[in-house]
């Protein structure tokens, strides 16, 4: 089980075929995770975003192509104040969604969004900026 690996820091499970919301319930005592990689799982919901958002170390998280997150479990991320990338490309996010992440996630640096849906290329250039701005 993945919740007996207390020291693991990296955990990658990109495009795992049959990855439920229950699995990564199981990781969440992974206190010291900084890197997770959940791209390409697309059985993964809003449901998910729960028990990742305990990872209260984690630096980097890879939800593109979740294409069943949506603002519901986005939102719930906002607990995560060391995450630094978190990459939400090719699911339902919407601007709604990424404005409450802006806003709560003051250490963010990069933000995927690519093939949104319901981002606007407009908005998602001007998400670009506010997050450039930070790093000056």
């Not at 709604?96 to 290329?121: A, M, T, W, Y």
Request: charged share 15%; aromatic share 4%.
């Amino acid at each position: 089980s993945l919740g007996l690996l207390k020291s693991l820091k990296h955990l990658e499970l990109s495009s795992t075929i049959n990855l439920l919301d229950d699995h990564v319930t199981m990781m969440s005592g992974n206190f010291h995770l900084l890197h997770v990689d959940l791209s390409d799982c697309k059985l993964l919901t809003n449901t998910c975003c729960d028990p990742l958002s305990n990872l209260s170390h984690l630096t980097t998280l890879l939800l593109s192509g979740c294409v069943l997150i949506g603002d519901t479990g986005a939102t719930k991320l906002i607990k995560l104040e060391n995450l630094m990338m978190l990459d939400l490309s090719w699911t339902l996010v919407t601007e709604d969604g990424v404005e409450i992440l802006l806003n709560e996630l003051s250490f963010l640096q990069r933000l995927g969004l690519r093939g949104c849906p319901e981002i606007s290329h407009a908005s998602s250039h001007y998400y670009e900026s506010v997050l450039a701005a930070r790093l000056m």
